[in-house]
């Protein structure tokens, strides 16, 4: 190899993202079953980058990889394609089959709904507009799976993003409305009987929240280190 080889400067990286920041030390997966697993459980289009991190490869590979599963799929005639549209990659229902899925959600909206849904809808009704990692929270359960089923079946819809985390916010829809009999949100019964936990579930969870981020904010060698007269709890000693 000569002087000049040596001094060849390395590809710069898409935007601060390298081979090691995505691989972050895990075991190598196969690139394109990763991608379908990932992309399977998405509920918004995701940007290359963001799924190079997911799946531990680097994003030219992975925007590679993309368009290949792509075309394949294309190609092969599935009932699903896979679509970049708003700055990311998403699975959707291919257009010549828009008739059975809707016949398909139609017919679901009349099925009743599980008790986790149900728990679920209850906690968007009081709480909208709200994240589905607040909805989490509250619930003490992942509900990825119950908050698509209740977009599907109308009852729900997304109102925005939040200005500082930008995660999806839901809330109730007319439907909602016209299937609980109601004119409006007002109509709504007492929260305490249906969910007489939830104010000091949503009251601990703002503390929590807040005590977090005071913690971010100032640095450990930074934090005063004298005693102060009250325990964490605001008792004194």
């Known amino acids: 190899m000569t002087e000049t080889d040596d001094h060849v400067p390395a590809e710069v990286p898409e935007q601060g993202v390298t081979e090691e920041s995505v691989t972050d030390g895990r075991p190598p997966?196969?690139?394109?079953?990763a991608l379908e697993a990932v992309l399977m459980i998405a509920d918004e289009p995701l940007?290359?980058?963001?799924?190079a991190q997911a799946v531990g490869h680097p994003p030219a590979d992975v925007e590679q990889a993309l368009r290949g599963?792509?075309?394949?799929?294309?190609?092969?005639?599935?009932?699903?394609?896979?679509?970049?549209?708003?700055g990311g990659w998403r699975f959707y229902s291919r257009e010549e089959f828009a008739d059975v899925v809707s016949a398909f959600v139609l017919e679901g909206q009349q099925a009743k709904l599980s008790q986790a849904a149900l728990e679920t809808l209850a906690v968007?009704?009081?709480?909208q507009p709200i994240s589905r990692s607040r909805i989490s929270a509250i619930r003490g359960v992942n509900v990825d799976g119950v908050v698509r089923t209740l977009v599907t079946r109308g009852l729900i819809v997304e109102l925005g993003n939040d200005a500082e985390s930008g995660?999806?916010?839901y809330g109730t829809t007319s439907y909602f409305l016209e299937r609980m009999g109601l004119s409006g949100l007002d109509e709504l019964p007492e929260l305490a009987p249906m969910l007489p936990d939830l104010e000091d579930l949503d009251g601990e969870?703002?503390?929590?929240?807040?005590?977090?981020?005071?913690?971010?904010a100032v640095p450990a060698e930074d934090a005063p280190s004298v005693e102060t007269s009250e325990t964490p709890g605001g008792v004194g000693g």
């Open 167 to 169: 995660a999806i916010l």
């Open 205 to 216: 969870l703002e503390r929590v929240a807040q005590q977090t981020a005071e913690r971010e």
């Open 69 to 86: 599963l792509a075309a394949e799929y294309a190609e092969q005639g599935r009932g699903f394609e896979l679509r970049e549209l708003a």
């Open 124 to 127: 968007v009704a009081y709480r």
């Open 29 to 33: 997966v196969e690139l394109r079953p």
């Open 47 to 51: 940007d290359h980058l963001v799924l």
